[in-house]
Structures are given as structure tokens and as C-alpha cells.
């Protein structure tokens, strides 16, 4: 949908003003329910029986005296004459009602002479019109929250004769920024103009009150008649989606952390987006692409039951922009996002809860993913406990790998919507083979060294200097340097980012690039380097031999069936409560783990 608006603004009963003053409009109430649209109430067929006249028959039958008046010649021809207006009167009155019915059927796309020899009143004095008040009972009417945002788009966008604005605000905690919101003037209105229709916004300062407070204000909009179909079909819901929008770009997208069981946020401050991100384009749309079809697809995960989520494992070599292209994501969809530190959960309990208390269209995302699971301590049995029992080794047990997507596949079904699960991992050949499984993850990335076109997109988005037209006399070698050395763009971010000056940032760059192919490079150059030499942060978790004990009849049996059950169904925790508490699903996906454990065992 792509109409075009414009807007213009009337004072009321000013010579301008669009809506015909005698002519009752048809009346909507819009409520919270549903935002649909109960054409309720009134029906106020004013415009077209105006002034007419219906009278009652009238006489007397009951006196004698009346009844040889009527019986006089003269009387008579009175008598005849009554009853002929009477009989006209009649007509007239069916005739009206008639011309009513056929108005109300009368399409919008009518040749305007039918509606002339029917005597109807030209459509634009036909008008309707939807009351939306700001009080729904005792709450506020999110179709009137939402008219009055939209509402301020089109006065802001007003030019000439706009209506007085009593207040300009902005949303409380928003950045200078965002949008300030404009607010008219009681008994104000302002027209707006969709797909060639004009409607008019008028606010009232006489809406329903709420209960025990103070008098609400309410917003009237009214059209022609004609375009009932095109406002209840298509305006209306392009307003709602409008502000929807317009609230989500407005939005701050936070960043929490996982802190002793809660989550802490603050405000996201990573700037990056898919257009400062330098990236392979075929991999730039690919993403871009992926993420608006899963924006869109709401009805889909519906109808297949399925969880609305989406998993990306991004993976490549340090440096290369795996947590910049999380920003990015974040700051394209407007999702929070809630960085996981597994090592910080001290069980699935605490787990399942912080899960539970994410709140729909958010990234949850595990960094550095092969190394997070490491964190978590391995069991007492493993560490010589001394009982050697695995089930008070349990009790310790963090979340595993598993665990985790078990639960984020149970919980995520069942509980809130758009959510996207993110594992980067600068070493995917350690990854658990449960993350790698088909289906597991929707997408695998990979974002890798700098590329010649990535090394341009840096320098212009750094230093203004483009690539096309030559760009830097630089660039030819940059460009051969590129096909013989490896660079992560942190690295090269990190020289272009050193000066102001474009020549001096793109010479260091070219120094960069010769030096490691000379292999002259200072020794601990740029922490990419570092890292790329120091491996993963922590040993990778080795699947561990678990002492399962052989088969016994009675409670030893039942007590080797938990163990077991502790091990393979990754929400491990102590007890046998807490492992079915994660639920039939969990159980029913860790199956596969559950084979892979047994046949390590036998
Ligand atoms: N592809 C890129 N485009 C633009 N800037 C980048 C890119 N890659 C890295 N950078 C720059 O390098 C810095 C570090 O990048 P980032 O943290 O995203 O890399 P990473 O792959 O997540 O690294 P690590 O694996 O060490 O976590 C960023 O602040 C960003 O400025």
C-alpha cells in the first residue's frame, strides 16, 4: 500500500471547512476491541427527509353533528380534498423512504445523474463519520492513542492555515531524535487526503469521561458517504500499521545481560547497520531478505503451529563482524537484544526463568558459543566426587548446548513471538554437533576476511573515499595485496579509524597488508591478531564418560534410569521433578542425544 497522503487544515466553520454543517453524518464507534470497527449506533437519516411532512389523518366520527357537516356538499368536497392530501402525503412519505433505500444501496462509483434524478443530495453532502474516544471504560482506547500519533504526522506535515497547536512533546525517556509530537486544539480540524478521498480529523474536547476521572477528548473523523468502504478497509488500517511503524522506528533497542538470575539492560548503543556493516552484497541481501520474509510471515508460523522464531549461527575468524552484524540486525528489525552469558546461569531453573522473562520481538544471542558451554563446571564424578554419585554431581550440572535449544524450542512455542536465537562462534569445527545438526539453526553466516569490495566500503564509509572512478591511488595494490594476505576489516578498521587524514589511514592500511605478506608485522599488532594466535578463549567441552551403573532391579534400577535420563535430557538438573519439568517436549527432542549417550556407553 503505498498511498499518497496530504494534509490541509480547516478551522471549524470557517468558509474552507470541508464538513457540511446542516447534514447529520452516519456515527461508528471505534473501541479497543479488536480495533475492529462496529458500526454501531447511529443511523441518523436527517439529510434526505428533511422537511417532510407527515400528517395523521384527521376526524370525527362520533358526534351526529359531525356527521351531517360531513354529510353537507360543501363538507364534502372538503372531505375528498383531505383525504386526497392525505393519500399524497402518504405517498410522498413512501416515495422519500423509497429514494432513501436506493441512496443507501447506490454504489460509490454511481453516474452522479441517478443520484440528481432521485434527488438525492450530491455525495458530498452525504457524510459519515467514526467517533473514536479516548476513554474505552476505564482504559484508554488504543484507536484513539494511535489517531492522535498519527494525527500529529499531519499536523506536522501541515503547511498552510494549520490548525493552533497547544502542545509539542516528546515520548518520556525518548532521545532528541525522535519525532516530537504535535497536539491540536480541542474543536480543531485537520484533513488528510488517501488515495484521492478526503477526510477530516476534528478533536473534540467532549469525549466519554472515564469513570471517576476527568472528560476525555475524542476524535471525529468524517468523509463522504462514498468512501465508507475505502476508510473502514484500507485508511484505517494503514493508520494503525502506520504508527505501528512509526513506534518501532522510534524505539531504543536495549541490551541486556544475564546477571545473578536477572536481566540487566541498557540502551544499545551499537550504531551499526547493514550499510556501514562491509559484507559480501549478495550476503548483505541475502540476510536483509531473510529477516523481512520472517518479519512477514506471521500467519505462516500460525497455521504450522510452529514457534515465530528464527536461528542464525554466525561464525568466521575474529575481527571479521559477527557482533556487528548483530547490532545491525538489531537495529534493522528495532529487537532487543539479550546477550546470554551461559556461564553466568547457575542452573536450568535459572535458565528456563530468564527465557521465560524475555519479551517478544527480541534476539536472544550467545557469543563466542563453542567456548560458553566450556564455562559451565564439569560434574564432581568427573573431578573424583566423593561418592562418585552422578546424582549429586547433577546438582551442579549448568545447561547444556542442548538443553538450551530444547528449552528455547518449548518455552518460545508456547510464549511470546519474533524471536531470534543468534550463536557466533569464531571456531565452528569445535562446535557440538547438536548445533550443527539439519534444522537446528535456520541459517549458517559466514563472515570472513576483507575482501578488496569490503576494504572499499570501509574507506567510504571511514573516509568518504570511493572506489569507483579509481578512488585512491592506493586501491590497485590494496587490491592485490588483498588476494595474497589475510585481514580481518577490524584490522583494517583499525588503521582507517587512526587519522583523520583519508591518505595517511589508507597508506597505513597498505602497510598493514604489505608487512604481513612481507612478514614483517610487529609482533601483537591489533588484538584480531592476538586472537587469531590464541585460539579459543577456553578448552572446548569434551563429551564426558558418564559412570552409569549396571542395570538393577527396584529402586537401584530407577535410580540408574534418572542418571541417565539427568545425563541425556540436557535440562539435567537433580531431580527427576526438575528434569520432567522441562516438559514432554524436551524430553521427546533430546532423543537424538539421548542415542548418540547410549551408544557412547555400550
Ligand atoms: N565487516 C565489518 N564491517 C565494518 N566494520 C567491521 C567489520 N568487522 C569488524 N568491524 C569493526 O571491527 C570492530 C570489531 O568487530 P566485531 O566485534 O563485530 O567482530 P567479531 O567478528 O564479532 O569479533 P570477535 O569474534 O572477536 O567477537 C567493530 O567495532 C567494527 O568497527
Given amino acids: 500500500m503505498n498511498p499518497t ?81 392525505t393519500a399524497a402525503t402518504s405517498l410522498v412519505g413512501a416515495a422519500m423512504l423509497l429514494r432513501r433505500l436506493v441512496a443507501d444501496a447506490l454504489p460509490a462509483g454511481a453516474p452522479p445523474l441517478v443520484g440528481a434524478l432521485l434527488l438525492l443530495p450530491p455525495p458530498s453532502a452525504r457524510r459519515h463519520a467514526l467517533v473514536i474516544e479516548e476513554f474505552d471504560g476505564a482504559f484508554y482506547n488504543r484507536v484513539f492513542l ?34 516530537i509530537t504535535l497536539a491540536m486544539r480541542p474543536g480543531t480540524a485537520v484533513v ?28 471525529r473523523l468524517s468523509f463522504d458517504a462514498r468512501h465508507k468502504d475505502l476508510v473502514l478497509g484500507a485508511y484505517l488500517p494503514f493508520v494503525m500499521a502506520r504508527v505501528e511503524a512509526m513506534a518501532r522506528e522510534q524505539r531504543q533497542a536495549k541490551l541486556y545481560s544475564n546477571e545473578w538470575g536477572k536481566w540487566r539492560p541498557v540502551r544499545l548503543r551499537n550504531a551499526s547497520t547493514f550499510a556501514t556493516l562491509a559484507m559480501d552484497d549478495a550476503l548483505r541481501q541475502d540476510v536483509v531478505g531473510d529477516l523481512d520474509s520472517f518479519l512477514g510471515r506471521k500467519e505462516y508460523y500460525e497455521r504450522t503451529g510452529r514457534a515465530w522464531k528464527r536461528g542464525y549461527l554466525i561464525h568466521g575468524p575474529p575481527g571479521t563482524g559477527k557482533s556487528s552484524l548483530v547490532a545491525a540486525i538489531s537495529n534493522h528489525l528495532h529487537f532487543d537484544v539479550y546477550d546470554l552469558d551461559l556461564g553466568a546461569v547457575r542452573s536450568n531453573t535459572e535458565l528456563r526463568k530468564l527465557l521465560i522473562r524475555m519479551k517478544s520481538r527480541s534476539i536472544l544471542l550467545v557469543e563466542d558459543v563453542d567456548c560458553a558451554l566450556a564455562a ?32 528455547v524450542d518449548g518455552l518460545w512455542s508456547s510464549s511470546g513471538h519474533e524471536r531470534i536465537l543468534i550463536f557466533t562462534t569464531n571456531h565452528m569445527d569445535m562446535l557440538d554437533p547438536a548445533l ?52 580481518a576489516p577490524a584490522e583494517i578498521a ?21 608487512d604481513r605478506k612481507a612478514g614483517t608485522e610487529e609482533d601483537g599488532a591489533g588484538y584480531v591478531r592476538q586472537k587469531l ?39 539435567g538438573g537433580g531431580s527427576r521433578r526438575q528434569g520432567s519439568g522441562s516438559g514432554r517436549r524436551g524430553r521427546g527432542r533430546g532423543s537424538g542425544v539421548r542415542g548418540r549417550a547410549g551408544r557412547g556407553r555400550r
Fill in 376 to 407: 559451565a563446571p564439569r560434574r564432581e564424578a568427573d573431578h573424583g566426587g566423593s561418592d562418585g554419585s552422578s546424582i549429586s554431581a547433577s546438582k551442579h550440572r549448568k545447561v547444556t548446548l542442548s538443553g538450551l535449544l530444547n528449552m
Fill in 146 to 179: 494511535a489517531a492522535r500519533a498519527y494525527v500529529s504526522t499531519l499536523l506536522a506535515a501541515a503547511r498552510a492555515g494549520a490548525p493552533a497547536v497547544v502542545k509539542a512533546s516528546l515520548p518520556r525517556g525518548a532521545g532528541a531524535e525522535q519525532q
Fill in 192 to 219: 488528510d487526503v488517501f488515495r484521492g478521498a478526503e477526510l477530516t480529523w476534528r478533536l473534540s474536547g467532549e469525549g466519554r469521561r472515564r469513570p471517576g476521572g476527568a472528560g476525555g477528548e475524542a476524535f
Fill in 494 to 514: 583499525e588503521r582507517l579509524l587512526a587519522t583523520d587524514d583519508a591518505g595517511a589511514a589508507i597508506e597505513a592500511a597498505a602497510k598493514l597488508l604489505r
Fill in 533 to 571: 594466535h590464541a585460539g579459543p578463549r577456553r578448552p572446548r567441552p569434551r563429551p564426558v564418560p558418564v559412570p552409569v551403573p549396571a542395570p538393577r532391579r527396584g529402586r537401584g534400577a530407577s535410580a540408574a534410569r534418572r542418571v541417565v535420563f539427568d545425563e541425556e535430557i540436557v535440562f
Fill in 5 to 85: 497522503n496530504s494534509t490541509n487544515s480547516t478551522e471549524p466553520g470557517t468558509a474552507s471547512d470541508p464538513t457540511p454543517t446542516p447534514i447529520k453524518p452516519t456515527l461508528h464507534t471505534l473501541t479497543n476491541r479488536g480495533l475492529s470497527l462496529r458500526p454501531f449506533v447511529q443511523l441518523i437519516p436527517g439529510s434526505v427527509q428533511r422537511g417532510l411532512i407527515i400528517a395523521p389523518p384527521r376526524s370525527d366520527p362520533t358526534t351526529k353533528a359531525t356527521a351531517r357537516q360531513m354529510a353537507s356538499p360543501a363538507n364534502g368536497a372538503l372531505e375528498r380534498c383531505k383525504s386526497a392530501i
Fill in 436 to 487: 550443527l545438526r539439519p534444522g537446528r539453526m535456520d541459517k549458517h553466516i559466514y563472515m570472513g576476511y576483507c575482501s578488496f569490495g569490503a576494504f572499499r566500503e570501509l574507506a567510504a564509509t571511514y573516509h568518504g573515499v570511493n572506489g569507483d572512478g579509481g578512488g585512491h591511488p592506493l586501491f590497485p595494490e590494496i587490491e592485490a595485496l588483498l588476494r595474497e594476505v589475510e585481514a
